[in-house]
């Protein structure tokens, strides 16, 4: 597959999330018939959509219990949408390791932050574990999901990490009470 640029807004009231890109050439003849427009000018809506109805999976590089199928690259994380799975990066893939896992790291934050705001207010809240249904790559929800052989290659991945098996989540309770 080949690697395109994206630009993500991330929007408050109403809770949505959109992906855009530059359009191509012929998108934008279609679009501005009567203009001559260059592509670098504009960005359209490759992916709009309710942050209530979006997942996150976060990336290996800052989650190492989060293993999909496919990802080799630890500094990807999946934007999980009714319509599509966008598989993204922080763009500067030229920077030093520690900066690219601050970026993701922060990235992975903005996110959290809003798909928990998002899914606060829905029908979750109460729900024990809810968080690990929407926040996906963690070893809380790996145990929530089920699977036993995700649940085996998380743990295999947090046995050098000491202590990581009994780290609690956001309402301080471990994988094991869950």
Known sequence: DVVKERTMAIFREPDVVMVLRRPSNFELARLLPNKSARPAEYLVADTVADL???KLRYSRVTTPT??????????????????????????DT????????????????SLTSALTSAHVHGEHPGVPG??????????????????????????AALLPTPGAVDAPD?????????
Do not use: N, Y
Not at 66 to 91: K, N
Not at 94 to 109: C, L, V
Not at 133 to 146: A, M, N, P
Not at 170 to 178: Q, R, S
């Open 66 to 91: 989060s293993i999909a199928d496919g990802v080799d690259d630890p500094f990807f994380f999946q934007l999980i949408t009714p319509f599509s799975v966008q598989l993204l990066q922080i763009p």
């Open 52 to 54: 209530a109805l979006c």
């Open 94 to 109: 030229k920077q030093p390791a520690p900066a690219r896992t601050a970026d993701t790291r922060s990235w992975e934050s």
């Open 170 to 178: 956001a309402d301080g309770a471990t994988a094991l009470h869950l």
């Open 130 to 155: 809810w968080r690990h249904q929407v926040l996906l790559g963690t070893l809380h929800s790996r145990v929530v999901l089920g699977g036993h052989a995700a649940l085996r290659a998380a743990l």
